[in-house]
């Protein structure tokens, strides 16, 4: 054990795998200090929505270094909180009245779970039971792990984690199932229902339709149980649409964001509430306020940053760039479908993947295989198991797509 004390996440350091150092970034591309040039595949982990030091949110930042750098937000605001709270609200389905700020998507998920809590508690009747989607996967802080998959993500952790109900994933034979399951334990006075919208990202990438979606939206509705949709992944354009809940037409109770929210320069998240919610934590008993903060809540440099993406989406033609690269995904991808090795090929928007044989879950050993493959080939994918899939920025180019998608189809061959 030698070398940088750092402690990275998800990293098994007992497998002394190489660790780059990344120089800086422009595009898809990264530079690492060898002088390598690394197609980013994967957003960063999903944040990266515009490209790397994109020049309107790297400007955004320095400008408001240079006059509010950090303020507190209980009690205080500030401009760029103002600007991106107005900015979400009219972008974004216009029962979500209310913007709370927080750090990251795990904690927007805290946020949530806490809102519908209080929401319950507050107007007399407190319910206490959350319902999960079996394979959801919300954010590694104590409540986002309690509502996600249960093993080797929090297997360690399991005596701090509080009881759910899972209803089972909607696989396309199992649909009916899944709405029944559903429909049961709404009857019995459920608080909430949280849902990641037709793709479930750390889950391996299982996709559902939009139909599904707008059914388990109606059963929550009917029988008075919040839907929080968890939009940290799918929101702002990966599923070809700004959230995926617009494919199914609905607008969830509390709306998780955070990722792509600053085009994925900086860390910022908010958990969007309906009128009532709010209201039920309205009165003039203090008591009854929100619980919930952290010291750098709604940070001014953050907050600059989202306002930057926000303008970005107001200006610029980015839904045209995700309806080019949501064509782009679907012919690569395609042209694997022949391959032997290449099982389950699937696509939601901008997102692509694939099953490299039988699925084998998380901790498969054709995972680390499979990173080292990508790495040694100047590509950043990041399997999930024995799931490869493609999740880049917005505006990569044709050269540089082929190229990931000729990566993988050797990693098929050779791995």
């Given at each position: ?79 760029p909180a103002e600007e991106v709270a107005a900015g979400l609200r009219a972008i974004m389905p216009g ?109 391996g990438m299982l996709t559902y339709r939009p139909a599904v979606l707008r059914e388990m939206h109606a ?189 993988i189809a050797r990693a098929l061959d050779e791995v």
């Open positions: 054990m030698s070398g940088s004390p750092i402690w990275h996440p998800f990293t098994q350091h007992g497998l002394g795998e190489p660790i780059p150092q990344v120089e800086r970034a422009e595009g898809a591309i990264l530079v690492t200090a060898d002088g390598r040039r690394v197609i980013d595949a994967i957003s960063s982990w999903w944040v990266t929505t515009h490209g790397h030091a994109h020049p309107r949110i790297a400007a955004a930042i320095a400008r408001q270094a240079e006059r509010l750098d950090q303020i507190i937000f209980a009690g205080w605001t500030h401009e029962n979500l009245t209310r913007v709370f700020f927080s750090d990251s998507g795990s904690t927007s998920v805290e946020v949530a779970l806490k809102m519908a809590l209080g929401y319950w508690l507050h107007r007399g009747e407190p319910r206490h039971r959350i319902l999960v989607l079996e394979h959801g996967y919300h954010g590694d802080t104590i409540g986002a792990m309690s509502v996600g998959a249960r093993g080797a993500f929090n297997r360690a952790y399991e005596p701090l984690l509080f009881d759910v109900e899972t209803i089972p994933f909607p696989h396309d034979a199992a649909a009916r199932a899944t709405l029944d399951a559903l429909e049961r334990a709404c009857r019995q006075g459920a608080a909430a229902f949280i849902v990641e919208p037709l793709v479930l990202g750390a889950g059963i929550c509705a009917r029988h008075g149980v919040l839907f929080i949709a968890d939009e940290v992944m799918t929101g702002w354009g990966r599923t070809g649409t700004l959230l995926a809940c617009e494919q199914a037409d609905i607008a969830p109770d509390i709306l998780c964001l955070s990722k792509g929210l600053t085009g994925g320069a900086i860390p910022l998240a908010v958990t969007m509430a309906s009128e009532p919610i709010f209201a039920a934590h309205y009165a003039p008993d203090r008591a009854r306020m929100f619980f919930h903060s952290s010291s750098y809540t709604a940070n001014p440099i953050a907050c600059a940053a989202a306002a930057a993406n926000l303008a970005i989406w107001r200006e610029e033609p980015v839904r045209e760039r995700i309806a080019d690269l949501c064509r782009r995904q679907g012919e690569a991808l395609a042209a694997l479908a022949d391959h032997p090795r290449a099982t389950a090929l699937r696509q939601v928007g901008t997102i692509a993947a694939l099953d490299v044989g039988a699925a084998e879950g998380y901790l498969s050993d054709l995972a680390p295989r499979l990173l080292r493959f990508f790495a040694e080939n100047d590509v950043l994918l990041r399997p999930l198991g024995n799931t490869v899939y493609v999740m880049p920025p917005y505006c990569i180019g044709d050269d540089e797509l082929q190229r990931v998608y000729r990566v």
